[in-house]
């Protein structure tokens, strides 16, 4: 994210960090954040650094107050879901990069997999190792990450027919 905001920031773009852990002493890259940004967030689920909250507590703040456009967010698939919402409840893009296991890193394992919609409407799965890690967060499926979703184009053919194993 670090290599990302010092883009944006090269292009005249205007950054926020939000940087959330369950404590203080999980809390990585404050001090760079600082350096990149006059808007930082810090907050902890124990509060002993920052706020004591989660991430998606003050990620409305940090989007109003620099008029974000766009959200860059990485973490766990639950805090990504409720980053995608907030971003798109502010009329911002959201692009979430996902944490999948990604075994084999190219694809041939399918254990990265994520349901996503694509333009055509059509849900497909996707590999996060070869078509990610980042997506536009308001494709992918979220509550349906980790299952075989029924309107999956192929699902089924991934289905046992009744009698056979």
């Known amino acids: 994210m670090f290599a990302l905001a010092e883009e944006i ?4 773009g205007r950054v926020a960090f939000v ?8 809390l ?9 940004s006059e808007h930082v967030y810090v907050v902890t689920d124990d509060g002993s650094a920052g706020r004591a909250g989660r991430v998606t507590d003050l990620l409305p703040e940090a ?12 973490g ?13 409840a502010a009329g911002a893009a959201s692009h979430t990069a996902v944490e999948e296991a990604m075994a084999c890193g190219i694809g041939i394992c399918m ?17 996060s190792c070869t078509s990610g890690p980042v997506f536009d967060g308001t494709t992918v499926r979220w509550d349906e990450v980790g299952t075989l979703p029924e309107d999956l184009e192929g699902a089924g053919a991934m289905t046992p027919k009744a009698g056979t194993r």
Do not use: N, Q
């Open 28 to 36: 990585f890259g404050t001090d760079r954040a600082e350096a990149l």
């Open 63 to 74: 989007i109003a107050a620099i008029g974000a456009t766009e959200v860059h967010s990485c």
């Open 9 to 12: 920031r090269r292009r005249g």
């Open 111 to 127: 254990s990265c997999v994520l349901p996503v919609t694509g333009p055509d409407g059509v849900a497909r799965f996707l590999r």
């Open 76 to 88: 766990p698939m639950g805090m990504l879901k409720a980053v995608t919402e907030i971003a798109a």
């Open 19 to 26: 940087l959330g852990a369950s404590t203080a002493d999980r």
